[in-house]
């Protein structure tokens, strides 16, 4: 990984390609990232990129929060992420990473938080069947079934799919291509869908793969 910045979703659109096709695609506020610190293996056991995003005012920070960002000499952020990159030669503490870090064609993988659903049942988090309609089967008919506990073992064993909490989960889509780079207003064209409803926060990085 040599490559990352962070970004916004701003939402999806579609781009025409010279012969006609649409390519459906997500369009990522990237940058500009200041680069905050530069840790090093020598001084904090591992090298990585600390990167910030979203400029905010500073009362809306803690003095521990605003102490990096005045060490660095940057403009106080709302997020800071740290990204652990092969090559860290090429970065200076204060730089500003912008969209063109990255150009069309490139791989990446798109890191972010999925939508909430909050409390769900089977049938909505897990895409089980419903019961039958017909008569006996009553009351109810969106319930997960029989759990199958007799007296052995005398319990539900663990990760069995239940109605629980639906959403909020991390997750990384890897290998999308990226279609277009806009400079001049800081989006990225990633084609297909990212993680996350509009307005959330997200990564992008080289694919690992």
């Not at 970004?7 to 990522?28: D, N």
């Not at 990585?48 to 920070?61: H, I």
């Not at 929060?65 to 000499?73: H, R, S, T, V």
Request: net charge positive; glycine share 12%.
């Amino acid at each position: 990984m040599n490559k990352a910045i962070i970004g916004r979703k701003a939402g999806m659109t579609q781009v025409f390609t010279a012969e006609g096709k649409v390519i459906p695609v997500t369009v990522i506020e990237a940058g500009p990232c200041p680069v905050v610190q530069i840790k090093t293996v020598e001084k904090d056991g591992y090298a990585a990129l600390k990167l910030g995003f979203d400029e905010t005012s500073e009362k809306s920070l803690n003095k521990p929060e605003l102490g990096q960002f005045k060490k660095a000499g940057v403009k106080p952020c709302k997020v800071l992420k740290e990204f652990r990159l092969a090559d860290l030669s090429s970065y200076k503490v204060g730089d500003e990473i912008k969209a063109d870090v990255f150009a069309a064609g490139d791989r990446v993988d798109v890191h972010g938080v999925t939508k909430g659903h909050g409390f769900s049942g089977v049938i909505k988090r897990w895409n089980q069947h419903r019961l039958k309609e017909t008569h006996g089967v009553g009351p109810v008919h969106r319930e997960p079934g029989s759990m199958g506990a007799n007296s052995t073992p005398s319990r539900v064993f663990k990760n069995k799919r239940l109605p629980g909490h639906y959403g909020v989960e991390n997750v990384t889509i890897q290998n999308l291509e990226v279609v277009k780079i806009d400079v001049a207003r800081n989006c990225i064209l990633i084609k297909g869908s990212v993680p996350g409803p509009e307005g959330s926060v997200v990564t992008i990085n080289d694919t690992v793969k």
